[in-house]
């Protein structure tokens, strides 16, 4: 069955950088595109970026201004979400989602919070 | 600010019957028709529970069912259960380029 597992907590000093691995199985991995999303404390979940794990293309949302870098590992059929320049507003869950096909993410991995504390 | 515009909330009484509705526009859901919707309970993964607009995935209660006119798609719960309370977002797929929109979220309270 398809999985998509994800590390555990983290946490961070402000400015620092956080790269989450998201590990897929159960399924052609580079036949995928994978989303990231994540989610603040009372906040919503916000749109972060995707790449096509056939062949690496990605896309980010504008809002992190170019802190945040999606790669794939087709070896280990595992994508990484880099954010970089922490600040305490990044304090988040994270979430990655499979593409299974347009406008449909079938699956989701578990999260990883990320905390940015002092 | 999301691509698709969602209302921040909606509430119902159990068993009563709410709709959340997602405005986008000519480029995405009125274009592509292709919606899906997701439940998501804060801090668990986000649930598909409506894909392609109208059809559900295995499992997922017939009380929940997807409609759209236009450039609005629309989430309808039927027989509203404590359960259901959560946060609800829908995606549209927008073209080759951008893939997928998402809104804002709706957060559904059960009184």
């Known amino acids: 069955q398809v999985q998509l597992v994800q590390s555990g907590a983290e946490v961070k000093k402000p400015g620092a950088s956080v790269k989450i691995p998201c590990k897929a199985s159960g399924y052609t991995f580079p036949s995928n595109f994978i989303h990231w999303v994540r989610q603040a404390p009372g906040q919503r979940l916000e749109w972060m970026g995707w790449i096509n794990a056939g062949n690496g293309n990605t896309k980010y949302s504008q809002n992190f201004q170019g802190r945040v870098t999606i790669t794939r590992d087709t070896s280990a059929s595992t994508t990484h979400m880099e954010l970089s320049g922490l600040g305490y507003e990044d304090t988040a869950v994270y979430y990655c989602?499979?593409?299974?096909?347009?406008?449909?993410?079938?699956?989701w991995g578990q999260g990883t919070l990320v905390t940015v504390s002092s | 600010q999301s691509a698709l515009t969602q209302p921040a909330s909606v509430s119902g009484s159990p068993g009563q019957s709410i709709t959340i509705s997602c405005t986008g526009t000519?480029?995405?859901?009125?274009?592509?028709?292709?919606v899906s919707w997701y439940q998501h309970h804060p801090g668990k993964a986000p649930k598909l529970i409506i894909y392609?607009?109208?059809k559900r995935p295995s499992g997922v209660s017939n009380r929940f069912s997807g409609s759209r006119s236009g450039n609005t798609a629309s989430l309808t719960i039927s027989g509203l259960q404590a359960e259901d309370e959560a946060d609800y977002y829908c995606c549209s797929y927008a073209g080759s380029s951008t893939l997928e929109v998402f809104g804002g979220g709706t957060k559904l309270t059960v009184l």
């Open positions: 000519s480029s995405d859901v009125g274009t592509y028709k292709i």
């Open positions: 989602g499979r593409r299974a096909a347009a406008g449909l993410i079938d699956y």
């Open positions: 392609e607009g109208t």
